[in-house]
């Protein structure tokens, strides 16, 4: 199997998995690769919208049923909740439409809209609109920069091989290094205990 052809073959899951992960990166790298005919451009942005919404549903729902006891876990967490629910309670809608765009905020923001009153319904709804534009921008930006970069790989000839295997190397060390740094700060401090 070649690289173009796995890629085509699971291209499309890798989307929908890699948005819970590190969205813009992939789904960038994925409109290069629809750029290449290595992939289809509207099925990436299918994937990267559904994967987006699903991200975003899961840490709402997380916060909707687990909230108050994920955060008895997490208190490093609590202080930037607490400043996401005094926003939304000034200004939910706002919050809700433009959170994706406050870096550091992506995640505990749906997680705080969970433990409000909004209705899920509502928060599907006014998630949907920046979802969509998020879907459909990053993947035409990675297409639009495979115009720039095509040219120089073309005149590599057999490098491109290497750049590729090498971009696709860079971008799995990169979700693997976000899902392990994710992992460790969600871990609970361990607790010393002192002597008597």
Do not use: C, N
């Not at 955060?71 to 959170?99: F, S």
């Not at 921008?137 to 090498?166: C, D, K, N, S």
């Amino acid at each position: 199997m070649t690289l173009d052809t796995f890629l085509s073959t699971y291209g499309y899951a890798a989307v929908l998995l890699g948005v819970f992960v590190e969205g813009e990166l992939v789904v960038m790298t994925a409109g290069f690769l629809a750029y290449r005919h290595i992939l289809q451009l509207d099925w990436v942005i299918a994937s990267a919208l559904l994967g987006s919404v699903l991200t975003y549903q899961f840490y709402f729902l997380l916060g909707r049923t687990q909230g108050t006891r994920f955060l008895r876990k997490r208190p490093h967490w609590q202080a930037r909740i607490a400043r996401t629910r005094a926003l939304l309670e000034r200004h939910a809608t706002m919050v809700t439409l433009g959170y994706r765009a406050l870096i550091g905020f992506r995640t505990v923001t749906p997680f705080a809209l969970g433990m409000t009153d909004i209705s899920h319904r509502r928060f599907l709804v006014l998630d949907s609109v920046p979802a969509i534009a998020w879907a459909v921008t990053f993947p035409w930006l990675g297409y639009a920069l495979g115009h720039q970069i095509e040219p120089m790989l073309a005149r590599l000839g057999i490098v491109q091989t290497w750049l590729a295997l090498g971009a696709g190397l860079a971008v799995a060390l990169t979700v693997m290094g976000a899902v392990l740094i994710r992992r460790a700060r969600s871990k609970p401090a361990p607790s010393r205990a002192r002597p008597r």
